[in-house]
């Protein structure tokens, strides 16, 4: 007779982190759709982010790990659980819990070329409408090197700027980043634990991407070459940006309270997939060009040129980034 598995670090886990703008959520879908994989009822739980990181949850972590059950009452004992958080990358707290309370777990870390995720973000800034349409992304670039240049200062600032300087859509510029941060995670989780992939080559060859980490997770690879791969969650130029943060807003609210109740859930999240495109097609227009100056994006290859190869020296492989090589 099986014996019944309760705790929490009794399961298998699959976390998908990394870096946001980097296909996490495609790379979720794909995910969830796998026969041995069960997806968490939310999507990006974001449970053991720091406390005082800046992204919302109704689920952060209060002392009992076990709460995190809560996400998978779905889930069978021998399916693999899968949840997405992308700033566990940057949390020492999610690095520290994950070690501790999920040691069977495996992760998997999406990376995207810093100065596309830059551009990509600062598209994403003017969508949710938390940047301002006058400022140009030389500007925004400018003032988060700012920004880093004056940190040791901060706190000498008004309360208004200190606010400003945490939230994540300012934060880009550091996160971009990543080898400081992945460090921390292959020397306290271990290498044989954690996997590195890029956005670029989801975007490229999503099949060989999903074929190779089925390998790593050791579970059936096949069943992804026949499988329709769909992008997730692509960064829109929105015509009604107000519009779009009080539906995003709505969107979440409906979430929070649904995802544990299945009955409710699964038949509001097929009329999604129905209405949204829709909605989409009628609040979006076509992207304008973004232009970054000659001067703006060599200080940022300057800027970005060390980690990255020190990306390639920790990871063993290039990342598919040539302007840095």
Not at 42 to 57: G, I, N, V
Request: proline residues 5%.
């Amino acid at each position: 007779m099986m014996t019944k598995i309760s705790n929490v670090s009794d399961y298998k886990y699959l976390i998908v982190g990394g870096t946001t703008k980097a296909a996490t959520t495609s790379l979720f879908s794909y995910l969830s759709d796998h026969p041995s994989i069960c997806a968490a009822s939310y999507k990006e739980p974001r449970f053991f982010l720091d406390t005082e990181y800046p992204l919302p949850s109704k689920f952060r972590f209060k002392g009992d790990v076990e709460e995190y059950n809560s996400l998978f009452t779905q889930c069978d004992d021998d399916d693999i659980r899968l949840e997405s958080t992308p700033d566990y990358l940057y949390c020492p707290s999610a690095l520290d819990r994950i070690a501790t309370f999920l040691p069977k777990s495996k992760l998997v870390f999406s990376l995207r070329e810093p100065i596309s995720r830059i551009i990509s973000w600062y598209r994403f800034g003017l969508q949710i409408d938390r940047l301002p349409k006058s400022l140009s992304l030389d500007e925004y670039v400018d003032y988060m090197f700012s920004i880093q240049h004056n940190e040791n200062t901060v706190n000498n600032e008004t309360e208004s700027t200190t606010n400003e300087i945490t939230e994540q859509y300012m934060q880009t510029l550091q996160q971009g980043r990543y080898s400081d941060y992945l460090q921390e995670y292959l020397d306290h989780i271990g290498k044989n634990r954690v996997y590195v992939l890029y956005y670029e080559q989801i975007a490229d060859n999503p099949l060989k991407v999903l074929m190779d980490l089925c390998n790593f997770v050791r579970i059936d690879p096949n069943f992804y070459r026949n499988y329709s791969f769909q992008v997730s969650n692509r960064t829109e130029t929105m015509r009604n940006t107000a519009f779009h943060k009080k539906y995003r807003n709505f969107r979440f609210k409906i979430r929070s309270w649904t995802h544990n109740k299945p009955v409710i859930h699964e038949p509001l999240k097929t009329v999604r997939k129905v209405i949204e495109p829709i909605y989409l097609r009628l609040n979006t227009r076509p992207q304008e060009n973004i232009h970054l100056s000659k001067e703006t994006k060599d200080r940022l290859i300057n800027y970005y040129r060390k980690d990255v190869h020190t990306l390639a020296e920790i990871t063993g492989k290039q990342p598919p980034w040539e302007l840095y090589f």
